[in-house]
């Protein structure tokens, strides 16, 4: 393991095409979320969202992906790292990955939404998770985007919210 997390930085300075410096920084992202060493994986994520914003791409198309996958990979990493939930919703809330949901991923509206409520800290963004549901409602939806956010919020209003919240700490989900 000592081997592969100074790999990346000795192999950066040897290849000039950024191409195999993402996928060397993709397979290091890889390896730390497979092994659960969830605080080198932060790092590569935070590393790899960088690159994946300053890098120019063949095509948009392709940038979209890989904002889509940076995504999905977060989510095992960040829902098992203390204050992830915080970083979920502060990646998934830039404008350039919150256009990335809404083109090509808008299941991970269900994430984002849990992570919202079950994040007492963070109710602060819960109008406009609801605003992009309802923006995505026509092409998806499911019991957590339509049923846990909106209803709680409107129908039931905060209090009950905070009782929900209470008993997912109960179960430990947040």
Same mark, same amino acid.
């Given at each position: 393991?000592?081997?592969?997390?100074?790999?990346?930085?000795? #192999?950066?300075?040897?290849?000039?095409?950024?191409?195999?410096?993402?996928?060397?920084?993709?397979?290091?992202? %890889?390896?730390?979320?497979?092994?659960?060493? #969830?605080? %080198?994986? *932060?790092?590569?994520?935070?590393?790899?969202?960088?690159? &994946?914003? @300053?890098?120019?791409?063949? *095509?948009?198309?392709?940038?979209?992906?890989?904002?889509?996958?940076?995504? !999905?990979?977060?989510? !095992?990493?960040?829902?098992?790292?203390? @204050?992830?939930?915080? %970083?979920? /919703?502060?990646?998934? &809330?830039?404008?350039? $990955?919150?256009?990335?949901? =809404? /083109?090509? %991923? =808008?299941? &991970?509206?269900? $994430?984002?939404?849990?992570?919202?409520?079950?994040?007492?800290?963070?109710?602060?963004?819960?109008?406009?998770?609801?605003?992009?549901?309802?923006?995505?409602? #026509?092409? #998806?939806?499911?019991? /957590?985007? =339509?049923?846990?956010?909106?209803?709680?919020?409107?129908?039931?209003?905060?209090?009950?919210?905070?009782? /929900?919240?209470?008993?997912?700490?109960?179960?430990?989900?947040?």
């Amino acid at each position: 393991m000592l081997l592969l997390r100074g790999l990346p930085q000795a #192999y950066k300075p040897l290849c000039t095409i950024s191409e195999r410096n993402m996928s060397v920084q993709w397979g290091k992202l %890889a390896a730390d979320t497979l092994t659960q060493n #969830y605080d %080198a994986a *932060t790092e590569d994520l935070l590393r790899l969202r960088e690159s &994946l914003d @300053n890098q120019s791409f063949a *095509t948009p198309l392709m940038q979209l992906q890989q904002r889509t996958w940076l995504m !999905h990979w977060s989510l !095992h990493v960040f829902w098992n790292t203390e @204050n992830g939930k915080n %970083a979920l /919703i502060d990646l998934f &809330l830039q404008p350039a $990955y919150m256009s990335a949901i =809404q /083109i090509n %991923a =808008q299941h &991970l509206l269900r $994430y984002l939404a849990a992570a919202v409520v079950v994040n007492r800290k963070r109710r602060n963004v819960l109008r406009e998770l609801i605003k992009v549901i309802q923006q995505e409602s #026509y092409e #998806y939806s499911d019991p /957590i985007t =339509q049923v846990r956010v909106q209803v709680l919020w409107r129908v039931c209003g905060a209090v009950w919210l905070a009782m /929900i919240t209470a008993g997912c700490r109960e179960f430990e989900l947040c």
